[in-house]
């Protein structure tokens, strides 16, 4: 197992330089960088501020920029009738005085020392963005999964057990109906009920802890933080039922059918030691091996609107607000420790597989 953990780890390397490098290449053709959007407030009338961020926008690393919208005053629109020094300096300011491959090259060599740079419109570094929102990400992420896993791995076993029965129609159909209400208009009917929208107000509309939490004691800041995550993880985890639990029963009905299955029953086992003694292990690979992809899902992109409507801020609205903005050091930042995460979620997963079933062994395929 050491030799096949070795070498996923060493073809992490060429897989993120590839992620990278595909990313990099297709913002080039991206229009509206940051260079464009200062000229624009430049040439902007009532524009504030816009001049003192020449000079003066924290230390904007060559490494940290990652696109151009061409070359010299003449490519960005609306240039005319300023200073091409200015402009020179706009463009030196945020790197890209630099050619293409020289930033890229730059980046990585940063990257590989975990410095990516600091933001461009925030003047903070990315790392430290990152890790303050980072905790309400996960705990969304956590919860959701957590949640998800516990209902429907035994309710996938039971329906496998009574299935075509009235409980197998009438869940079926209960965690269908949850799997097609958008999560976003459900989080908007939990809030109208529950958060002082029309009727009760029961839940907090925004944020994940209270004003006076640090005043709390421990019991109080758990309680104070479980009745602040109760709305938006309800919201998140309503239509992630469906999935997980059909395929639950479909990998247990398949294993039921197997003759192993009916030679234990024959010898007088329980079913429930049938069940989870024999079959559950063999069953449940397919579901371990979907458990990294539903963890980084979760975390990093099925949030972004339930932030915004209960005003969380974690990863999933500061990725949509870098993108939006063009902040090129936010983006690539978080691109590249997403999928490093990943990477490291999907070799667990195989770790996982191998210690649920030792017959699977990856070290010894060719």
């Not at 992109?301 to 969380?312: A, G, H, Q, R, Y």
């Amino acid at each position: 197992m050491t030799g096949y953990i070795l070498r996923r780890l060493l073809l992490m390397i060429p897989t993120l330089l590839g992620i990278l490098l595909i990313n990099f290449a297709i913002i080039q053709a991206a229009p509206g960088g940051p260079v464009e959007q200062m000229i624009v407030k430049l040439t902007t009338p009532g524009a504030h501020g816009a001049s003192d961020r020449i000079g003066g926008g924290g230390d904007m690393s060559a490494a940290s920029v990652t696109t151009t919208s061409g070359g010299g005053a003449n490519a960005y629109r609306g240039a005319q009738g300023i200073d091409p020094e200015l402009i020179a300096e706009i463009k030196k300011q945020y790197g890209f005085d630099k050619p293409a491959h020289e930033r890229f090259w730059l980046m990585l060599k940063q990257y590989a020392h975990f410095d990516f740079g600091n933001s461009f419109f925030r003047d903070t570094p990315v790392i430290t963005l990152v890790l303050e929102k980072l905790p309400v990400s996960i705990s969304l992420g956590l919860w959701t999964t957590l949640i998800v896993y516990l209902v429907s791995i035994p309710l996938g076993i039971r329906k496998a057990v009574n299935d075509g029965t009235s409980f197998d129609v009438w869940t079926s159909t209960a965690v269908a109906i949850g799997q097609a209400i958008p999560a976003f208009l459900f989080a908007i009917l939990l809030l109208i009920l529950f958060a002082g929208g029309s009727y009760f107000q029961w839940f907090p509309l925004r944020g994940i802890t209270s004003d006076d939490w640090e005043t709390l004691s421990i019991g109080g800041k758990i309680l104070d933080y479980l009745w602040h995550m109760a709305l938006p993880v309800t919201a998140m985890v309503v239509g992630g039922f469906a999935s997980l639990t059909l395929l639950t029963k479909n990998s247990f009905i398949e294993e039921i059918s197997k003759h192993y299955v009916m030679t234990a029953r024959a010898k007088g086992i329980s079913e429930r030691r049938v069940l989870y003694g024999h079959v559950f292990r063999n069953a449940m690979l397919i579901v371990i091996a979907g458990l990294p992809a539903a963890i980084l899902g979760v975390l990093f992109t099925s949030s972004l609107l339930i932030e915004v409507i209960f005003s969380l801020d974690g990863l999933g609205l500061l990725g949509f607000e870098s993108a939006v903005a063009r902040d090129y050091p936010v983006m690539f930042g978080t691109l590249f420790i997403f999928t490093l995460i990943g990477l490291v979620l999907k070799l667990l997963g195989d770790i996982t597989y191998m210690l649920v079933d030792p017959r699977i062994d990856f070290e010894g395929r060719s």
